[in-house]
């Protein structure tokens, strides 16, 4: 009786030794994947990301990457500028998870994703626009939908034409948007290969119409001083009424919807863990990195809060 006793305590003793020994190896091993993690795929606020960005809104990116580096020293951002067309088929191909662009991806091109059972994260980050300019000594000092229109199907007898910095760029698709066309003509349409060239060309041809996103041209400006030789055209208002009437891109105009062609910019995180992408989701979204939107001249989509300090040295 005390031999078999002895048995099973003797069988006890391995049993925990064994679940011990387990437990000790799944510590372990978890440990090892938190360590990972850290080096940039768990932990939302190090390591390393790349981002695909619609290059129309590299300008106001480059900022936040900035601010963003600047506040968490072991995040790295890198960005992967490209126009809409290109940034969505990098996203597909998993050239990145994280995509800032101006619109979701279709059923169709979120396919891949579904497949492997990867839900994306969208958060709207800001506001931009399409901007219409042309030279000074041009006369237009606006320009319509039906003038849009046959410019896009290459109708225009005037010798006007419209430049963009690229024929695959979101702005394209939304000039071809608001005039229900599928496809232009190259008669009155040109691409160029950045913005610069757009201003270049337009400073140098009064029949030309540049045309690129709001940010891209308050960069512009501000960047080879050229504002006091291109000027804004009003763009015809969609809105309802008998006088709809024309507007310049602006904070304002974006905020009253008066302008036809603002466009909402999206983080797209198609992550399949909780990484950095979560991180600077957050930081654009929030109040910091929508005070960088406000400042910079688009539109947040959430209103950042006003600090006021009140002294006491002032209260009577």
Do not use: W
């Not at 396919?111 to 980050?125: C, D, E, L, V, W």
């Not at 030279?135 to 237009?140: P, Q």
């Not at 957050?282 to 989509?301: C, E, H, N, S």
């Not at 009140?310 to 209260?315: L, S, V």
């Amino acid at each position: 009786m005390k031999g078999r006793l002895l048995y099973v305590i003797a069988i006890l003793l391995v049993v925990v030794s064994v679940i011990s020994c387990s437990r000790n190896r799944n510590t372990g091993q978890e440990n090892a994947d938190s360590t990972t993690a850290g080096a940039g795929t768990n932990d939302i606020l190090t390591g390393e990301l790349s981002v695909i960005v619609d290059e129309a809104v590299l300008p106001i990116m480059l900022e936040q990457v900035e601010v963003f580096k600047t506040s968490y020293v072991n995040a790295n951002i890198k960005l992967i500028p490209l126009p809409e067309r290109e940034a969505i088929n990098a996203l597909i191909k998993g050239q990145a998870d994280i995509a800032i662009l101006g619109r979701l991806l279709t059923n169709e091109e979120n396919a891949g994703f579904s497949s492997r059972k990867i839900t994306p994260r969208t958060f709207p980050a800001f506001y931009d626009g399409v901007v219409f300019f042309n030279n000074l000594s041009a006369t237009d000092t606006s320009i319509n939908i039906p003038t849009l229109s046959s410019l896009l199907k290459g109708e225009s007898s005037n010798g006007k034409r419209l430049v963009f910095d690229n024929v695959n760029s979101s702005t394209l698709r939304r000039v071809k948007e608001i005039v229900k066309l599928d496809k232009v003509s190259g008669q009155s349409v040109k691409g160029m290969k950045t913005s610069k060239e757009v201003v270049e060309e337009v400073l140098a041809d009064a029949n030309s119409i540049g045309v690129m996103s709001y940010g891209q041209y308050l960069d512009c400006v501000s960047q080879f001083g050229e504002e006091n030789k291109i000027r804004i055209l009003s763009l015809q208002s969609l809105r309802d009424g008998k006088n709809p009437g024309f507007f310049k891109p602006s904070q304002t105009t974006f905020a009253t919807d008066e302008y036809a062609l603002k466009t909402e910019f999206h983080v797209l995180n198609y992550q399949p863990n909780l990484g950095l992408g979560i991180g600077f989701s957050a930081f654009l979204t929030g109040d910091r990195g929508q005070r960088i939107v406000l400042k910079y001249g688009l539109l947040p989509v959430t209103m950042p809060g006003r600090e006021i300090i009140i002294r006491e040295d002032n209260i009577n």
